[in-house]
């Protein structure tokens, strides 16, 4: 039987309107059209040409017949056209892949193919490797090739394309009228993860899920109007953990930086007033870490969001002593980056350095538009004793998690078991109901903030033909938080040396996902020759670097 409620009050154009972050560009452009919306070195543009570029990048990719569901790649750092890439892409009712520009040629093949990418636009810095990943493609289709042309960019220009950016968004009309999605379940974005086994996975993001996780952040830190916001984390994660639509919706400025690096950040920080920036601990350990001739005159109440690891002690205490303000998130890029936060509590203040350090050390709770969030055991999908002690797994579920992993079925009935997003992290809850991992059910070694698949590294392993068993963990490391350790069983007889293993490794990985350590000897194993390896993680130290 109908409620009351229902009768006669039918959902319509006035009064129901899909959530879209491409909504946060549109008011603010709309309202504050002058205020400065991009830094970039001399380069200056307000939130009314970053709006009308948006609307002409997305006219144009049209005229080129792309459209509703139709991919567009980017292979971009922290500059303008990624900026505007994640309206304009959208706007034409396509779907932004924002690549990692650290990955490997025949990687970056894979997720155009797998993606069907219709166009992709390439920075001048990542031209040479973009090539070849274009040869190795095994699809047919036609690819628009997009050059971007960067005045920073100091290194040889190498154009792969039939077009340059400035002249594609220049042939677009800036009085396009985009629409509204159809449904805001559509697909906004596609961003690959670093699966445990096979090639890479490709999550797929909502229009819902982006505006709301763009809100959320602006609720964690309290975001003012006009934040002045550095770009130190990659818009290719998670799509910068949805920030480029968090600081549209603020009116913010988006600082960009095509390197991160200790002066650069420190020059930005003090040249622009920056209010706000995220990054994982290397991040900010450059900036702790930097000479005090360098950070002097830092201002203070500067916002950091970190996540990929817990601060240490001596990172909080470094980030105190400049005075700025750190937070802790945790997710995954199934969930659109950061989707738990570490609030701190006033009476925190009077604990010492280390008692603060394991508090803001945890996983924290739920974000506020997220559902939930909470550790369950996942046998019986029940939530665990809040004792600080029951292990079980965290999960998720609410408006801030994934469609699902593209054109995999199976792996997305599998993360999505119970009616819960399976995230593989074991972990306890305390009595607070903050969240704290303890380990990982899932082979994934977390390095600056990059996820690498130690089951990827031990399949090249497998391939030197001096190696008899092998198996990788995280070794805890102070500037990257963890790099990949190799632990390798030669065959009887061979001279293979560490320098050969790492070089046969660079041959077939990007550079983040080379051990950085190789240890040779004789690797643990239960009776049926699985390989022990939470021994080689007490060997590594990683077990006990997981539970700060």
Not at 64 to 74: L, P, Y
Not at 450 to 461: A, G, K, Q, T
Request: glycine content about 8%; proline content about 6%.
């Amino acid at each position: 039987m109908t409620s009351i409620f229902e009768q006669d009050l039918p959902r319509n154009a006035a009064n129901h309107a899909p959530l879209t972050p491409l909504s946060f560009l549109e008011r603010t452009a709309e309202i504050y059209p002058d205020r400065t919306a991009v830094i970039h070195g001399d380069l200056r543009r307000t939130w009314g040409q970053v709006d009308s570029r948006s609307r002409q990048l997305a006219s144009a990719l049209q005229r080129h017949g792309i459209g509703k569901g139709d991919t567009v790649a980017v292979m971009l750092p922290n500059t303008p056209p990624m900026v505007e890439a994640h309206f304009g892409i959208p706007m034409a009712g396509a779907v932004l892949n924002a690549l990692n520009t650290r990955l490997d040629p025949e990687t970056l093949a894979f997720m155009l193919d797998h993606g069907e990418a219709k166009a992709v636009i390439v920075d001048p810095e990542f031209a040479g490797v973009m090539k070849k990943a274009l040869a190795l493609r095994q699809q047919q289709h036609p690819l628009l090739v997009v050059d971007v042309e960067d005045v920073l960019y100091t290194g040889v220009v190498e154009p792969i394309g039939s077009i340059t950016y400035d002249a594609l968004v220049a042939s677009g009309d800036a009085g396009f009228a985009w629409q509204l999605p159809t449904d805001e379940w559509d697909a906004i974005a596609l961003n690959y993860t670093s699966g445990t086994t096979g090639n890479p996975k490709g999550v797929v993001y909502h229009h819902r899920g982006a505006a709301v996780n763009a809100i959320s952040n602006i609720l964690e830190w309290d975001m003012p109007k006009f934040a002045t916001y550095l770009w130190t984390l990659p818009m290719f994660h998670c799509n910068g953990w949805c920030f480029p639509w968090t600081v549209a919706a603020r009116a913010g400025i988006n600082v960009c930086l095509r390197k991160v690096e200790a002066g650069a950040m420190i020059d930005a920080i003090k040249a622009h007033g920056v209010t706000h920036y995220c990054g994982a601990p290397i991040v900010h350990s450059l900036l702790v870490n930097a000479p005090q001739a360098m950070t002097a005159g830092l201002p203070s109440g500067v916002k950091a969001m970190v996540a990929g690891a817990a601060p240490p002690a001596s990172m909080i205490e470094g980030m105190e002593r400049m005075g700025f303000e750190l937070t802790h998130v945790y997710g995954l890029t199934e969930v659109y980056g950061p989707a738990t936060v570490c609030p701190k509590h006033d009476a925190w203040d009077a604990l010492d350095i280390g008692e603060r350090a394991r508090l803001n050390a945890r996983q924290g709770v739920r974000y506020h538009l997220q559902r939930d969030a909470r550790v369950l055991d996942a046998d019986t999908m029940q939530p665990v004793p809040q004792d600080g002690e029951t292990m079980g797994e965290i999960m998720f579920r609410g408006n801030i998690v994934m469609k699902g992993y593209l054109k995999n079925p199976d792996a997305t009935r599998e993360a999505f078991a119970g009616g819960w997003f399976h995230t593989g992290d074991l972990a306890v809850q305390s009595p607070d109901g903050y969240i704290k991992i303890k380990d990982r059910s899932k082979d994934i070694i977390i390095s600056g903030g990059e996820n690498i698949s130690s089951i990827e590294v031990e399949d090249i392993l497998y391939r030197h033909p001096d190696v008899l068993a092998a198996a990788v963990v995280a070794k805890p490391d102070q500037r990257w938080g963890e790099t990949p350790c190799a632990f390798v069983e030669l065959k009887a007889g061979a001279q293979t040396t560490a320098a050969d293993i790492v070089a046969h490794c660079k041959k077939h990985l990007a550079g983040f996902k080379v051990p950085r350590a190789v240890v040779f000897g004789e690797l643990p194993k239960t009776s049926t020759g699985k390989i022990q390896k939470f021994e080689l993680r007490k060997q590594a130290g990683s077990a006990a670097a997981i539970d700060v």
